[in-house]
């Protein structure tokens, strides 16, 4: 039986940069995908609303030349126009986790918690972003870095000993619900998977979400590969 293959690579949310900077980026961007592309990658999925797949799919196809400011279509497209794929896979899930959760958490960190206030800002001051005097591909790597994602995961499973004054245990409820999305994820990937063809699956997704993503499909036999991380030594 042949061994399921995923290609995890960690992105960056273009839309939250400067159209031109994006633009003035196209070649590095195009080169970027080149790497992608000699994985030779049978099916490529994004961080899109698994519900909405038959809209992503119309954008794909309807994509000829011009690719908007999304990575989904940045990378993800170019990628799969290249390989010379028909379809494009949404594997995302829009999980109970709400903008008052998150405010709610890191309030009560702010409060309450200097030990992981300190790594959420060790963790923010390394954070690499995509920068016009930075070629992308570094970029990425260091997104995709070994000792990053590593630190990404014990921040997240720090958030555990969180508790308001009253003693409700918010951050057991953030990581419940951010734990629900990566298992709703894992599950997509796993449907896409078992469609007709041969599996060495390309995911684009944020790279908050590598760590945890990881652990599941290493547990389930898979075999992992992430591109572009570097070990520091």
């Known amino acids: 039986m042949v061994k399921n293959e995923i290609i995890l690579l960690g992105t960056f949310h273009m839309e939250q940069y400067e159209p031109g900077l994006i633009i003035g980026k196209e ?117 995709n870095n070994y000792n990053a994602i590593k630190a990404i995961e014990r921040l997240y499973l720090s958030f555990a000993l969180v508790e308001d004054p009253k003693g409700k245990k918010i951050g057991m409820e953030f990581l419940t619900k951010w734990m629900e999305r990566e298992y709703k994820i894992y599950k997509n990937i796993a449907e896409v998977a078992a469609m007709e063809g041969d599996n060495r699956i390309l995911l684009l997704i944020g790279s908050d979400h590598l760590w945890m993503l990881k652990t599941l499909f290493e547990g389930s036999g898979w075999k992992v590969l992430l591109p572009f991380s570097e070990q520091e030594q």
């Open 27 to 143: 070649k590095e961007i195009i080169e970027m995908v080149g790497e992608l592309v000699r994985l030779k990658p049978t099916k490529i999925a994004l961080e899109w609303e698994r519900t909405l797949q038959t809209r992503l799919q119309e954008r794909y196809t309807q994509c000829k030349v011009q690719y908007s400011q999304h990575e989904m279509e940045q990378i993800g497209f170019r990628a799969a126009k290249a390989l010379g794929l028909k379809e494009v896979h949404a594997v995302d899930w829009e999980s109970t986790l709400t903008q008052e959760d998150v405010t709610d958490l890191f309030m009560n960190i702010e409060k309450g918690y200097p030990v992981i206030r300190e790594k959420i800002q060790v963790v923010k001051e390394r954070s690499p972003s995509i920068d016009k005097k930075i070629r992308m591909m570094d970029s990425y790597k260091a997104l």
